[in-house]
């Protein structure tokens, strides 16, 4: 892994680009060459060179919103002598700081450092604290079960036509923005299994309805995978040991209706499915401490249902 530091691509990418918007800014408020080179602590040649639109730099902070008004803004105050370096440097770090909160330095540093995509990365923010160390390791827990899924043979056929979706929460969660999930769902495709995208917190609602029913009954169950319902599957579940919990797919409120299903059972379930109704498709959910445990419980069901139904035909 290569390991870059945010103030290297604050010097590397960002500094040059805004010392080119300020020179190119300051010289149409009427500085000279000089003045200009004064202003940005840079030589005469580089500040020929930024006003001659040569000065290289990153578009990316030159569309910004944010860099463009907080440039034009200290071009004003340097030109009419309102600010001074101080000033000006003030506005500057106050910039960079915002701009790494998930800003174009965050998707530079994203770039740079592949293993921090699909993290949430707010270390240059908040720095390494308990909350932050949770939510990276649920998004990490989320995309390796997403990617044991892929690999899980027969996926492709447990896929319902709605999507399969996975996902966990923080723990003590309140609501489905505290469900990480993949945007979009994933699909079988072309006969293989197509992740679209990192997971993201509140990215399903469905998949969060039922991981916050079940961690209301039971806190140490965080996660739920959703599965195509098939009997050769709840088949294999009760070899396993496993009792499915059947509830009906036809009502309004389904976390309440899972949550009183859960209730009567006295425990979360590792299966729980329905049979659809009008317009619902089947569903089965499999449930886990955390996603990885769900999405290995599922490749456990759907090997099991295989060799089933391999030794029924033979």
Do not use: W
């Not at 000033?87 to 330095?105: K, Q, T, Y």
Request: with cysteine; glycine share 10%; aromatic share 4%.
């Amino acid at each position: 892994m290569s390991l870059v530091l945010p103030s290297e691509l604050v010097v590397d990418r960002f500094l040059p680009t805004v010392r080119a918007m300020l020179a190119a800014r300051l010289a149409d408020r009427g500085l000279t060459q000089r003045e200009i080179a004064a202003e940005l602590g840079v030589t005469q040649a580089a500040v020929s060179k930024y006003v001659a639109g040569e000065g290289g730099g990153d578009d990316r902070f030159r569309d910004d919103p944010e860099t463009v008004a907080t440039v034009d803004r200290i071009a004003d105050g340097l030109a009419s002598g309102e600010m001074d370096g101080y000033d000006a440097l003030s506005e500057l770090l106050s910039l960079v700081r915002s701009l790494e909160d998930r800003g174009p330095i965050c998707e530079l540093h994203e770039e740079e450092m592949p293993a921090l995509r699909g993290l949430g990365c707010d270390l240059c923010v908040r720095g390494l604290d308990p909350d932050v160390r949770a939510e990276r390791d649920v998004l990490a827990n989320v995309r390796t079960a997403a990617r044991t899924l892929a690999s899980v043979p027969g996926m492709v056929d447990a896929v319902p036509n709605v999507g399969t979706n996975v996902g966990m929460s923080l723990p003590d969660p309140a609501d489905e923005t505290d469900i990480a999930a993949i945007p979009g769902r994933i699909y079988a495709m072309g006969g293989r299994i197509e992740i679209p995208a990192n997971p993201e917190f509140g990215a399903s609602k469905h998949v969060a309805t039922a991981v916050l029913a079940a961690n209301d009954t039971d806190p140490d169950i965080r996660a739920a995978i959703n599965v195509a319902t098939h009997d050769g599957l709840l088949a294999a579940a009760r070899e396993q040991g496993i009792d499915p919990l059947e509830f009906d797919a036809d009502y309004e409120d389904r976390g309440e209706h899972l949550g009183d299903r859960f209730a009567d059972r006295g425990a979360v379930p590792a299966v729980a499915y329905h049979r659809g109704a009008f317009g619902i498709e089947p569903v089965t959910y499999v449930f886990g401490a955390t996603a990885v445990e769900a999405a290995e419980l599922v490749g456990e069901l759907l090997a099991a249902r295989s060799t089933s139904a391999a030794g029924g035909s033979a």
